[in-house]
C-alpha cells in the first residue's frame, strides 16, 4: 500500500469548530500528517489566534511555524515553501482562512 503523503498548508484564523472539521476530512482520507503554518494578520483577534491554536494542539497537530505581521501577496508561498523544504505532499488548491 502506498503511504499517503502529508498534507501542507497555510492556516489563517479560522473558527476552531472549521479546523476540526477540516483536519477530520482529511483523516478520513487517510492523511495522519500535517505540516501546518498558521499566519494571522496584525489585526486578528488575539482570542480567536489562541483558540485556534489550542483546537490544533488538542486534534495533535503541532504547526510547523506561526507568523504574524502585515499581510503581503507572497506571505502564503513563503511560509508553503518553508513547510515543503524538499519534502513533496498534499497542498489543497485552497486557503483555509
Known sequence: MTAV???IAVVGPV???LLTAWVGHYR???VDR???AF???EHACPERRHAVQAACRELGVVPE???TGPWHEHT???LRDLLRQ???GLAPAGRLR
Open 39 to 41: 499566519y494571522f494578520t
Open 76 to 78: 502564503n508561498v513563503r
Open 65 to 67: 511555524a506561526v507568523s
Open 86 to 88: 524538499g519534502r513533496s
Open 5 to 7: 503523503p502529508p498534507l
Open 15 to 17: 473558527e476552531p469548530a
Open 34 to 36: 500535517f505540516l501546518l
Open 28 to 30: 478520513a482520507l487517510g
